[in-house]
């Protein structure tokens, strides 16, 4: 049991409440009992060391005064007996340990352990971190902070148990000066706020131990929310039958490329053609018409100055693209207002500029696809970028309710929502970080929902695929990767 575990995580996430509520239900339904639960723990950090470090290194464990702590005296005793060189640095007062954490420490001491005050830093080769795990929820102490900073400028292997301290598991926040880890052990369940946000880079590399209680733990809880994988999006790509003509694959039409903007509207279009849209019309400033049409002649584009222009293109239209690189002049204005009113029932992805007007003017939209960057998602909802950011979750929850849309919020982790239910993509890297990512997104999505997809699933396989393209074309090279090169991996992706 120890040594069951892995980088290939499950699909379900939760929150550390749930955790916290019903682990014990789901160890004694297992036989285990909570001191059992610890050590288990425990021994699966020490496994993996040993699986992954000779036992050579020096080893400072970091310890707190709740059970975090007690699973990191654990890790610290059978290190011991394992042969490596190992210290104990508490952090936090063990006046109040939990009676199963005091057993540990004790079993730690018994076996010729000691704890130390202050300990040289820069002997270590490994660094363990059994502070505050799930447990917690606001900022640390100043002096936790210096101590934790200067812990993440050694040269050491920074290994966190179960939670990196600073990390806050049900937002995803990071608290100033968190501890970086290269590697997180989790327990149990996966906790929602380490996969999006700063908190995914924080947590480094991520591997899971179920500690033989998982699967009665999932028979108790409702997961907050599910991982996209693999296998289940790429059984969503759309099936094109060997009957098929291009008006059975829909028909995109992106509005964008305001003056001097040309570059996100061919884009996006270009990305609905590679993803299998059967048609595709783009809706212009009359000065990018040909900037637009260059090199790609299967594009359909139009020099668009007033509303009557754009309404006989809306009504040939199966999917609306509205926003990139519309900018926010007059002309941006009333080209969107007529894709809200005339294109009200019809499916729109709304992006980048569509975005930011759609905030001047807040509506519901229960036939759209919402796609923020926490900036334009801030605006949305009218707060500030560090509020969405503290707790993307509730931002992106909120800008479901608000506009009754679904709901894409881009980032490390991208969440995807629709009504009361919530996604966490697992692809993409920082790659993703160039200009013209986003427009690639929307136009994706775009090409998903005109082959009949539903929202929900075209905004999920969308993420997928834009973030899986992504690690796949920076194979050869992460930067300098332009959102042009996914183009031909898309293409082989999408089938």
């Known amino acids: 049991m120890y040594l069951n575990y892995s980088t290939n995580l499950p699909q379900q996430a939760y929150s550390p409440q749930q955790l916290r509520e019903n682990e014990a239900h789901a160890a004694k339904h297992c036989g285990i009992s909570m ?9 699966a950090v020490a496994a993996w060391v040993q699986a992954h470090y000779a036992n050579n290194q020096r080893v ?13 005296f654990v890790v610290a005793e059978q290190l011991m007996r394992a042969g490596y060189s190992v210290q104990v640095w508490p952090l936090l007062s063990l006046a109040h340990l939990g009676s199963d954490a005091k057993e540990m420490m004790q079993r730690y001491k018994d076996g ?10 820069h002997q270590f080769e490994l660094i363990i971190d059994g502070v505050f795990g799930i447990g917690l929820d606001r900022p640390m102490s100043p002096e936790l902070q210096d101590t934790f900073t200067h812990l993440n400028e050694l040269r050491a292997v920074r290994i966190a148990i179960d939670v990196p301290s600073g990390v806050n598991a049900t937002s995803g926040e990071v608290y100033p000066g968190a501890f970086a880890a ?13 996969l999006t946000g700063r908190a995914k880079a924080q947590c480094g590399l991520l591997w899971f131990a179920p500690l033989g209680v998982d699967q009665a733990f999932a028979h108790i809880c409702m997961p907050k929310a599910r991982r996209l994988i693999h296998d289940e999006m790429m059984r969503k790509r759309p ?16 509005i964008g490329g305001g003056p001097g903007m040309a570059g996100a509207a061919r884009l996006a279009s270009e990305a609905a053609l590679r993803c299998g849209a059967g048609l595709v019309s783009v809706a212009t400033h009359p000065d990018n018409v040909m900037a637009v049409l260059q090199g790609r002649y299967e594009l359909m584009v139009h020099g668009v100055e007033t509303q009557e222009q754009l309404m006989p293109l809306i009504d040939k239209a199966s999917v609306l693209v509205a926003g990139p690189g519309l900018g926010q002049c007059q002309w941006a204005q009333t080209l969107l207002q007529q894709v809200l009113k005339q294109g009200k029932d019809k499916i729109k992805v709304l992006d980048a ?8 003017n ?3 939209l229960e036939k759209a696809v919402l796609t923020p960057h926490p900036k334009e998602a801030a605006r949305l909802l009218n707060i500030s970028v560090a509020e969405v950011e503290a707790n993307r979750f509730a931002a992106l929850t909120e800008l479901v309710k608000h506009y009754r849309a679904t709901a894409l919020l881009k980032g490390p982790g991208t969440l995807i929502a629709c009504e009361q239910r919530l996604w966490i993509n697992s692809s993409g890297s920082e790659v993703l970080a160039s200009a013209g990512m986003g427009d690639v997104l929307s136009g994706i999505i775009a090409a998903l929902l005109a082959q009949g997809l539903s929202a929900q699933d075209a905004t999920c396989l969308g993420a997928y695929l834009h973030g899986f393209a992504a690690e796949q074309a920076a194979a050869q090279g992460g930067k300098g990767l332009l959102a042009s090169d996914l183009f031909p991996v898309l293409r082989a992706l999408v089938g």
């Open 35 to 43: 001191t059992e639960l610890m050590a288990t723990a425990g021994g």
């Open 353 to 360: 500029d569509a975005l930011n007007l759609l905030a001047q």
């Open 112 to 121: 010729g352990g000691e704890c130390v005050a202050k300990p040289n830093l």
């Open 182 to 194: 290269h590697h997180t052990l989790t327990f149990i369940g996966l906790k929602q706020g380490m």
């Open 60 to 72: 400072l464990v970091l310890v707190g005064s709740g059970n975090n702590g007690g699973d990191g």
């Open 239 to 254: 099936q094109r039958q060997s009957c098929a003509h291009k008006n059975n694959a829909g028909h995109v039409l992106v």
């Open 362 to 364: 807040p509506q519901e």
